[in-house]
């Protein structure tokens, strides 16, 4: 038995006529008469009842059809999926990222994907702000934080650690810090997100701490936040990529360092639809292949 076998019975079924499916195939009757007996043959069973005028599909046949059809349709799918990746990327990529978030880490995956792929483009979309992906015809996001959206697909990438920190000179000049509530009398410095309420969660062992922070500046800007932060204006909650060299430098230090901020994901998400666009998937191994590689 093999693939070629079952389509010739699965057309049988399907016309419920040699004839009909023997001219569907292209074949001659003879041929797809004899496939059909050997089928039965080889496997014991009879999926037919026949008489001179007509055929009619037996009880086993009709069990034998469900899963025959099936593997037909996978077989093909599989095949369909080969050729895909056999094809080159070409056409428009739609991407959208936090400015911050491309600057850092997708400038080099763009610049090789394009290299690699000459008859590609790419647009990109910065924006602070989710971006409705079915709205603007969008199909890749790279976001960072907690999912909201369930209804899209998505691939985690990595995590993203974060730090509670200030400058020497602001915590000079300033009540000390013994604990998350301590921070309530501090200035502070929050990103503003989707929600209106930004909310600190600490951790250490088993206790945990969430507090609502007072702020000196809200904004939904990483590096001008950063820079207000080194500015002695406060305190902030920063991605450890962005702050890790004005740790090692000094211009920075962590506060409450006991003291664990939840940590957050990133993710590739993208509309089911787009699932088999082969620009999305060549971009997405490339970016997943770049995110093994990096520490943030």
Request: glycine share 2%; hydrophobic share 35%.
């Amino acid at each position: 038995m093999d693939l070629n076998s079952l389509i010739v019975f699965n057309r049988v079924v399907e016309s419920n006529s040699i004839t009909k499916a023997s001219e569907s195939l292209n074949r001659t009757k003879q041929s797809v008469s004899h496939t059909i007996s050997s089928l039965e043959k080889d496997l014991h069973v009879r999926f037919f009842e026949r008489t001179t005028r007509k055929i009619r599909l037996t009880e086993i046949g009709k069990l034998f059809y469900e899963k025959s059809r099936k593997i037909e349709d996978d077989a093909k799918s599989a095949f369909e999926l080969l050729e895909e990746t056999k094809k080159e990327p070409c056409g428009t990529l739609r991407i959208t990222s936090t400015h911050l978030f491309a600057e850092i880490f997708l400038e080099k995956v763009i610049i090789n994907y394009l290299k690699k792929y000459p008859k590609s483009k790419i647009e990109m979309i910065l924006d602070e702000k989710q971006v409705d992906l079915l709205k603007e015809n969008i199909d890749l996001a790279i976001r960072m934080g907690n999912l909201e959206d369930s209804s899209m697909r998505f691939r985690k990438l990595g995590s993203i650690n974060f730090i509670c920190c200030a400058t020497p000179e602001y915590l000079k000049n300033t009540p000390e810090i013994n604990h998350p509530s301590s921070i309530l009398s501090h200035e502070c410095l929050v990103l503003k997100g989707q929600s209106n309420t930004t909310k600190w969660k600490f951790t250490k062992n088993d206790e945990e701490e969430i507090i609502t922070p007072k702020f000196k500046l809200r904004i939904n800007n990483q590096k001008i936040l950063l820079n207000s932060t080194l500015n002695n204006l406060g305190i902030s909650i920063m991605p450890y990529f962005l702050c890790n060299e004005y740790l090692d430098k000094g211009k920075l230090v962590r506060v409450l360092p006991e003291w664990k901020i939840s940590d957050g994901e990133v993710n590739a998400l993208f509309l089911d639809k787009k699932k088999s666009n082969i620009n999305l998937r060549t971009f997405l191994e490339m970016i997943i292949l770049e995110f093994k590689n990096i520490k943030i």
